[in-house]
């Protein structure tokens, strides 16, 4: 039987507790705009960069049915993107390739109606579900994993990636806010140079996310005796 291992909540910052990092910059501007600033950078940095993923938690699957919502750990969390999945049924694994949903109709003509066996595909034709193909003719478990971003009403972000991407976080929201015309904080010339600051860390978290948060070679050569 495969070993599943059970994803873990995040400890978590609030997008409030985040405002002094940067309030100092924005003399006059209101505590509320700042948090509600830091978390669209955030929203923008993860749905860009894809710094956050994570497994989802398992789905029962249903004979006959075709559709299942996706299940982020973190209530305050959505779906951007599926990474990577696989059903077990009856103890044996099947991995999952990911296809459009006119690609899927196209290899399974009579889906999801007359199709009925171990799920191969998976595809998707409404956000925050998933769709597979053939569609399941017996009990078993679904398992998820993606990319995730801010849900709408979140207050709260993971406390790992925040201490991770803080600098990214702070260019992106001074570049925002100082942008914001007639106001005591405003200062175009400042915000294009925050701008550019934001747009090189977002470009280099991204890098570093796509490397897993390693270095790309872990090899260690043998040093011979002296």
């Known amino acids: 039987m495969p070993i599943v291992l059970t994803p873990l909540v995040s400890s978590t910052t609030s997008f409030d507790d985040m405002v002094d990092d940067v309030s100092v910059h924005l003399p006059g501007c209101p505590q509320p705009m700042i948090a509600h600033t830091i978390r669209k950078v955030v929203v923008d940095m993860c749905q860009r960069a894809k710094v956050w993923v994570s497994d989802f938690r398992p789905i029962t699957l249903v004979p006959g049915q075709v559709n299942y919502a996706l299940q982020p750990v973190e209530t305050y969390a959505v779906c951007t993107d599926v990474v990577s999945g696989h059903v ?21 003509p009579s ?9 191969q595909v998976m595809t998707w034709a409404t956000l925050g579900e998933v769709m597979l193909a053939p569609v399941p003719d017996v009990a078993g478990t679904l398992y998820l994993r993606g990319y995730l971003r801010p849900a709408p009403d979140a207050t709260v972000w993971d406390s790992a990636l925040y201490n991770e991407f803080s600098r990214v976080i702070f260019h992106g929201t001074l570049y925002e806010l100082m942008l914001t015309p007639n106001r005591s904080w405003s200062d175009a010339k400042v915000a294009a140079l925050h701008g550019r600051h934001w747009t090189q860390l977002l470009a280099a978290a991204r890098d570093r996310a796509q490397r897993g948060f390693n270095a790309d070679d872990l090899s260690v050569a043998m040093l011979p005796f002296a």
């Open 111 to 119: 889906w999801p109606t007359g199709v009925n066996n171990t799920p």
């Open 88 to 108: 077990v049924i009856g103890g044996a694994k099947t991995e999952l390739s990911w296809e459009p949903l006119e690609a899927v109709k196209r290899q399974f």
